[in-house]
């Protein structure tokens, strides 16, 4: 949690993190609270950040754009904006927590990013695969890391988005494990969420995605993966930050993985036919 | 066509359009031909441009995040380029007409906008509504102006977009009549290609989107709406050069309305479930 944040110490992890409203789990994370946001705020949509310099901004929107499965773009602010219309807040202060990088390099995890925050950033939100969570766990689909109470594991890949100017970097995707006769349910849920990720990107077999060891994730945390069950692989919004990481902007400032901008939006308004 | 082509004079319209290939089609528009596109190549995918100075980019690449509906980017071509991922040929020459704008008017129409092109625009490739009229015909639902050989009725409405930066402007519809009791079908079948702007914005009563006299077109042809047809109305991608004539960029080059970029891509490529 952010140093500087006088009530942080007052925070604790509320009982029931599903039943919380949007606005309660924001205030929790205003407070100083710094957890994985998956289970949070049931039947709300999440959202990814990346903020860039206002020069960058084409490049990256064109990375999105070329980019539709890990980038779907839900909202853009404006530079000097702090304001999304996707919830009521503001951009800088009610995620958990922030990443800042100088030239590609992390430099800081923060819980409040208004320190860091500067006028010429244009801030991305991008749907996050937490949206589909309530109803695959509403159809019984379970979800590991929920159960296990952790962050979702999440992986870089050997396969490389398209680029776009002066931005391009690796697809990033998350796992998680589906017992094998609920695979079909998985895919077909989760297709019908386009604008958070979508279907898989993969199924099975890691090493074709140039993934060497599950239980070594690039981000979050590993999970267990119990005999009968197949590693599932979403296409993931850390995606812009592998690709600041891949592409070393003089500045950035993106989500810590895993601790997403909760919206007041229902995961239904994202739901096609 | 233009005046400086020096073949334009051999070209003459196809007995069977539809029967064209792209690669036909765009050899005829390069050769000179100035028509709607509407009807052309059945089966293949249709495009709208609109090219703006790189300064411009990133506000028009927001408004088209904005508004999805009216603006379905497909394809971006970066300063410097002339090819698309679309289509084998030259995006300066392969389409029937163009529409030059300085400061928001239009200034020139011109069949071979190689002359007024600049180094320093970049091209966007928005869907098209013709993608999918074939499907419409294949079902049996009317396109009264491929039937009468004229181009599509357009109209701007009073409705805005949301707008983006230096970018604002309201939102341009084509018409349709449908047989009242083919309306359903066409929602249908239109709603399974959002690329290509997806199901009507609007069916019947035409002044609750301001417009007023449907046999007055602000682009394109009229067309007759006869006993028991009703006007549906489609969010079309002329809607970034209505933008252009309300906002005045200092320049600009589109298409001239409804004479697409025809591309090589297979209409059930844009095709949801």
Request: contains cysteine.
């Amino acid at each position: 949690m952010s140093s500087d944040d006088p009530i942080s110490s007052t925070a604790t992890p509320p009982a029931d993190p599903a039943a919380l409203g949007p606005h309660q789990a924001r205030a929790l994370f205003r407070a100083g609270l710094q957890v994985p946001t998956s289970g949070y705020a049931a039947g709300y949509a999440q959202a990814n950040l990346i903020a860039l310099p206002r020069e960058l901004a084409f490049d990256f929107l064109l990375f999105a754009q070329r980019n539709p499965k890990p980038c779907p773009v839900l909202d853009v602010i404006e530079p000097g904006r702090t304001g999304s219309a996707l919830f009521d807040g503001d951009v800088r202060t009610d995620l958990p927590a922030y990443r800042i990088y100088v030239n590609g390099e992390q430099v800081d995890e923060v819980g409040d990013a208004r320190g860091a925050w500067r006028d010429d950033l244009v801030a991305f939100l991008i749907g996050c695969s937490f949206t589909f969570e309530t109803p695959l766990l509403e159809a019984g689909v379970p979800v590991r890391h929920i159960e296990a109470g952790s962050n979702v594991a999440m992986y870089r890949t050997d396969r490389p988005c398209r680029g776009a100017g002066r931005i391009s970097g690796p697809l990033v995707v998350s796992m998680r494990p589906i017992p094998a006769d609920r695979v079909a349910d998985a895919v077909r849920i989760t297709s019908r969420y386009p604008a958070v990720h979508g279907a898989p990107v993969h199924v099975g077999d890691p090493a074709a995605l140039g993934i060497t060891d599950l239980d070594r994730p690039d981000f979050g945390d590993p999970v267990e993966i119990r005999p009968g069950e197949i590693p599932v692989f979403w296409a993931c919004g850390v995606t812009p930050q592998a690709a600041v990481m891949a592409s070393a902007p003089e500045f950035a400032i993106g989500h810590a993985p895993g601790h997403m901008a909760i919206t007041d939006v229902r995961d239904s308004a994202y739901q096609v036919p």
